[in-house]
Nanobody, 122 residues
């Protein structure tokens, strides 16, 4: 059974940084693309970033380009989202997902984690 478990969220002041982690188990994840999504209160879940199965290609939402960095360690089945210069509008629940990239900002997810809360205070 596939499990994705996010960690690393928390409360941070504007301008600060957080590194989210996603621990994956239950399948050979180096065969799958991975992505991060987020959902702010009262809003729909939105795409944040994706990384190809080998790590050679990445894609970011325009709102986080130059601010967030997605990475993966296939040997450890770990995936990461480094978030810098955080802003209050980055406050959301962040989810990792496994699946396939289908184009810029388009990710077909088959499994999701439970999410980790990120709160950025002004």
């Amino acid at each position: 059974q596939v499990h994705l478990v996010e960690s690393g969220g928390g409360l941070v002041q504007a301008g600060g940084s957080l590194r989210l982690s996603c621990a994956a188990s239950g399948r050979t994840f180096n065969n799958y693309d991975m992505a991060w999504f987020r959902q702010a209160p009262g809003k729909e879940r939105e795409f944040v970033a994706a990384i190809s199965w080998g790590g050679g290609r990445t894609d970011y939402a325009d709102s986080v380009k130059g601010q967030f960095t997605i990475s993966r360690d296939n040997a450890r089945n770990m995936f990461y989202l480094q978030m810098n210069s955080l802003k209050p509008e980055d406050t959301a629940i962040y989810f990792c997902a496994t699946g396939r990239v289908h184009g810029p900002g388009q990710f077909n997810s088959d499994y999701w984690g439970q999410g980790t809360q990120v709160t950025v205070s002004s």
